[in-house]
């Protein structure tokens, strides 16, 4: 049942980007042209999509679990922290130079040609180094714990 869930839901937002313009990316590069042919149509796609989650996290605070599911995933107020920066310049930065963020750019895959690929694989390979990154410092701080364990406290 999640997987069915989670493809109507993915269906849904995709063709919200898709009849929205956010698979665009001439749209979108309008949009965040702000200096020059500003576009502010995507303006009241973002915020009406600001008003349907305010909805749905007002509605999913009031229950105990999901519809569809086992455990309700709210994200928490979280650190601003280096990696976080670094993340949303990079992130900001593609969005402004091809003028996709991944969802868009998952869903004009069948239509987007060649650059939309390349796109789509150049965000599949960072994220696959993200993660090897992230284990190797999992790991890396798992052994700085362990020998610390294993020498004792005070470090002896």
Known sequence: M???TAFL???LFGG???LSGMSNPAKVLAFLDVAGTWDPSLLFVMLGAILVAAVAFRFARTRVRPLFGSQIHVPGAGRIDTPLVLGSVTFGIGWGLVGYCP????????VG???TLL???AMVAGMAIFEVAERI???NEANRGGTRAAAG???E
């Open 2 to 4: 999640n997987l069915v």
């Open 9 to 11: 839901a993915g269906l």
């Open 16 to 18: 919200g980007l898709i």
């Open 103 to 110: 969802g868009p750019a998952l869903t004009a895959l069948a």
């Open 113 to 115: 040609g060649r650059s």
């Open 119 to 121: 796109f789509v694989a």
């Open 137 to 139: 410092r999992a790991g």
């Open 153 to 155: 406290p005070s470090g």
